[in-house]
Structures are given as C-alpha cells and as structure tokens.
C-alpha cells in the first residue's frame, strides 16, 4: 500500500457515510465500502489487478475500522458522561 493508496480510505468513509444517509441501511455499509475499495484499489493499481483488489481490500478495512472505533468511542463518552 503506497501513499496514493491512503486517499482511498477518507473518499471510502466520505462516500459510505453518502449513502447511509441517503437511506442505505447500516448493515450494508461495509459490503458498500469493500466495493468501493476493490473499484478504487483498482483504479489507482491498474498494472496489477491482484495488488489493487489487496489494497482496495485493506482500505475498506480501514475505513470501516476507523468508522467502528469513532462510533464506539463517542458511545462509550456519552454513557460516561
């Protein structure tokens, strides 16, 4: 995964998060998001279709993991507080 590779991972979450509110249930939002990924993995590698689906997998993975440890912080201040 190189630097090019790292954009994917915001433009994913900005594009999941689109759709989600736009009615896109929130149980879709990582097959969403690993589509996204492979396509943008795809894009961005195009000389080696086995390095941007692994990458396009890996910043999916990213963004959904990023999403899921915002959410369950904020969860976990708000019954803090």
Request: hydrophobic content about 55%; cysteine-free; overall charge positive.
């Amino acid at each position: 995964m190189e630097a090019r590779d790292v954009a994917l991972v915001p433009a994913i979450m900005f594009v999941v998060w689109v759709f989600t509110k736009v009615g896109l249930p929130r149980r879709w939002a990582p097959l969403l998001a690993l589509v996204l990924g492979v396509a943008g993995g795809l894009a961005v590698t195009p000389e080696n279709y086995s390095q941007g689906i692994l990458d396009g997998v890996i910043a999916a993975a990213s963004a959904i993991g990023f999403n899921s440890g915002v959410r369950n912080t904020a969860d976990a201040l708000r019954k803090a507080a």
